[in-house]
């Protein structure tokens, strides 16, 4: 897997870059199909924002968060990716077990 942080109007410090490939590290590992990751973190006025697309075979996932503290949106930004995460493989899992029942019905 491949994991790109880039900031916009903020730097990334080595602390803000291991938090945030700890955190995406973690909600990724139960999800074996994903290809790489691009993370941009941003600063508008007093809003920091963080986000993140997924790429995997068949789906891209992105997400969007903004708060006032730029690691609260880093950690809320990993939930609302693990939440979407866990509904993308539980509908291929449905689909996937689906088949195999229709197939065997013939």
């Known amino acids: ?3 790109n942080i880039t900031g916009h109007h903020v730097e990334v410090t080595d602390a803000i870059r291991a938090y945030t490939s700890e955190k995406i590290d973690r909600v ?5 199909n994903v290809t790489s990751v ?5 600063v508008d006025k ?22 006032a503290d730029l690691y609260a949106a880093i950690d809320a930004l990993a939930d609302k990716l693990n939440r ?18 229709f197939a065997a019905e013939r």
């Open 1 to 3: 897997m491949n994991l």
């Open 28 to 32: 990724v590992r139960h999800f074996d």
């Open 38 to 42: 691009n993370v941009i973190l941003s």
């Open 46 to 67: 007093l809003n920091q924002k963080a986000e993140v697309t997924a790429h995997m075979r068949g789906k891209d996932i992105h997400v969007e968060c903004v708060d």
């Open 84 to 101: 979407q995460m866990q509904k993308h493989k539980q509908k291929t899992a449905e689909h996937h077990h689906d088949s195999h029942k």
